[in-house]
């Protein structure tokens, strides 16, 4: 039970599964989540923390990117909040990456390291079958296709089974943050947040549809009644119009991924290959899950966070903007451009 990620950037790539290391630093004088004193007027001030934390995949190569994201996510919001943070790595934390992640934050931080068997894919993959898949893509230009794909099964990890939320601060946000999402998910008890929202690629997932159709007929008692379906389908379900939330941000209750319905369904998944073959990714599948297996008022778009990822980003149009001090221009955002799949989850609520 693996979840592909696909390596879509520099930085923060990759995936992970069980661990094997587990380190946890606590900072000197440090404020555990809902504890330590608060000013007025920050986004946490009088609220109790949720149950939840800041979690990142990443490389030691990556340093330069995390120290960019962990700097931006406490400057704008967790220097307040005190989250604590978890990394993740398929190597052990080089000293440097622990020294820097520990000093710019004074939440408690925990370094976990993923296993070198488990991300190779599985001994059952035909090799062959998955090299052609990879080469073919290789010819179409598919970015990062030509590497062995890494396996993720992040929610499972010791790291975070303490925790129902996380939240994967990706590079740039432009926006002070007014309020906790993590306590507005909570306490509307949502289990999937976004701010992007586009088309997937479909050579990187040409059988991908026809096995959530299978899935569905066999195990239609995990259909949500009041689900998402128009948002992935226009016509009830034939098709797929690769809509998907883009899960480099993403605010995720994974009391789901770890539910009855989202197991079985990734379990099914898993042993269609399509991880391997193809190249499905994390992102259209956590999209469909959450689209058909919950009901459409738990996916919430955080139109009021302003964020990139390259090459698109999502820029708070409304007062928002001037209220929390964005960075980033209006114009630029993705939101009703032609790639965009905003409205179709926009017409879900008309
Ligand atoms: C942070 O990383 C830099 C390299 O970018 C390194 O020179 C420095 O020693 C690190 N800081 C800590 C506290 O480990
Ligand atoms: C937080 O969530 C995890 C996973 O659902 C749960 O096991 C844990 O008991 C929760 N902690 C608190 C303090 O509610």
């Keep these: 039970m693996y979840l592909a ?11 992970v599964v069980l661990v094997l290391l587990r380190i946890r630093i606590t900072h000197p004088g440090n404020v555990q989540p809902g504890i330590g004193p608060e000013p007025e007027g ?6 109790p923390r949720a149950n939840a934390t800041l979690l ?4 030691n190569s990556d340093l330069e990117g995390a120290i960019s994201s962990v700097k931006q996510m406490e400057g704008r919001f967790n220097k307040h909040c005190n989250y604590p943070w978890a990394f993740l790595n398929e190597e052990p934390f080089t000293e440097e990456f622990i020294g820097n992640m520990t000093r710019l934050t004074k939440s408690s931080v925990s370094f976990g390291q993923i296993p070198r068997e488990h991300w190779f894919q599985p001994d059952w993959v035909d090799e062959d079958l998955a090299r052609a898949g990879r080469d073919k893509m290789v010819e179409q230009e598919i970015i990062y296709a030509g590497s062995v794909p890494y396996v993720t099964f992040f929610f499972h990890q010791p790291l975070l089974q303490d925790y129902r939320y996380y939240w994967r601060p990706d590079i ?4 002070d943050m007014p309020y906790d999402p993590f306590y507005f998910m909570q306490e509307k008890d949502k ?6 929202s586009f088309y997937e690629w479909e050579p990187t997932i040409p059988t991908l549809w026809s096995s959530v159709k299978e899935f569905i007929a066999e195990h239609p008692h995990y259909l949500a ?30 009391d789901f991924w770890r539910g009855e319905a989202y197991q079985a369904f990734f379990d099914f998944l898993e042993r269609k290959g399509g991880f391997y073959y193809e190249r499905w990714g994390d992102a259209p ?9 919950a ?4 996916l919430h778009f955080f139109t009021d966070v302003g964020y990139r990822h390259q090459p698109f980003e999502h820029c708070p149009q409304s007062d928002d903007w001037a209220q929390n001090k964005c960075a980033c221009d209006k114009a630029e955002s993705i939101d009703w451009r032609p790639q965009s799949c905003i409205p179709r989850f926009q017409r879900l609520f008309s």
């Design 225 to 254: 009644e009041d689900n998402a379906m128009a948002y992935l389908s226009d016509d009830g379900g034939a098709t797929y119009n690769l809509c998907h939330f883009w899960s480099n941000f993403e605010i995720a209750d994974m």
């Design 285 to 293: 599948v956590h999209s469909i899950a959450v689209a058909l297996f």
């Design 5 to 15: 990620v696909l390596t879509r950037r520099r930085h923060v790539v990759f995936l």
């Design 42 to 47: 920050h986004p946490c001030a009088g609220r």
């Design 191 to 196: 289990i999937y947040g976004f701010t992007i």
């Design 56 to 59: 990142m995949l990443a490389r």
């Design 295 to 298: 009901p459409k008022d738990k």
């Design 172 to 175: 740039e946000y432009f926006c």
